[in-house]
Each structure stands twice: as C-alpha cells, then as structure tokens.
C-alpha cells in the first residue's frame, strides 16, 4: 500500500528563494464530497494526473497516483472539478537528501506560502532550515482540499 509521510510548515521569509532549484505552476482540482478520500486532478505543466489520498490530519497518510491524458484532466478541470481551484507555483529546495516542496498559492489563497518536506519514516529527524516557521501539519485549513472550501483570504 503506497503510503506518504509529509509534514507542513509555515515561512519566516523568503530567504528559500535564494535557493530554489527549479519550479513549476499546478492547477489542481477536487471531485466530488470528501469522505474517506480525496480525489484530484492535476496539471503540473504538460503532464497530468489523478491522485486518491486518504483523508485525515495525519502526517502519514495512503496515496495512490496515476499519470492521465492532459486533455482529460483539463477537461475534468474545466467540468467535473469543484471551484475554487488550487491555482499555486510550486519551488522546488534541495537540502542533504531533503527536498523541500514550497507552494505559493494564487487566487482565492493569494498570499499563502507552505513548505512541504516527504520522509521514508514519521520519526526521521531533517535539519529545519532559518526559514522555515511554525509546523502545520494537523491543521486542516492548510490542506489543499480545505482551500477550496476555505479559502486563505476568507481567514
């Protein structure tokens, strides 16, 4: 069973900038009511893909993903995705064998940046960088599928 183990923090500023590897823009969607799972789509440049996560506030958590036609995401996008959708440039920090994913949100979550860090374990420690801020992991507003629901300008 593929399981990923991510925790979530807050920035202090943007000293990360001056270290980003490379970066991206994500659209991303949500289908239908959250229960048990989430169900997304996502067009990360010209490659796309579904995503089923389960659902809870937990740093670990079951996810199942498959790479789909862009044309279909796109259409499942545009007619099968609730709105608001996640509208984010995604940057890419490398640290020893860390990768920081850092999301900065448009939009509706305009002004909202996290950083993102995958262990192999939940007790694995990692060096925090000087910019990294208060740890979110458990809370739900910072969940990309609660920002659709709650979006950062409604806080």
Do not use: H
Not at 40 to 45: A, D, E, K, L, M
Not at 136 to 143: D, I, M, R
């Amino acid at each position: 069973m593929p399981i990923e183990i991510e925790r979530k923090f807050l920035l202090l500023n943007n000293n990360w900038r001056e270290q980003v590897k490379t970066s991206y823009r994500i659209r991303q969607g949500y289908m239908g009511e959250i229960d048990k799972a989430s169900v997304r789509i996502r067009v990360q440049g010209d490659r796309a893909n579904i995503n089923i996560k389960s659902a809870g506030l937990s740093m670990r958590r079951m996810e199942y993903e498959y790479e789909i036609p862009l044309d279909e995401a796109e259409e499942m996008l545009d007619q099968l995705c609730k709105q608001p959708q996640i509208d984010k440039t995604r940057f890419i920090v490398e640290q020893g064998k860390f990768k920081w994913e850092i999301d900065e949100f448009y939009g509706d979550n305009e002004g909202l940046l996290v950083a993102e860090i995958e262990l192999d374990d939940e007790n694995e420690a990692f060096d925090k960088p000087e910019w990294l801020g208060k740890e979110v992991t458990e809370e739900a507003g910072y969940y990309n599928v609660n920002l659709i629901k709650n979006p950062y300008k409604m806080w």
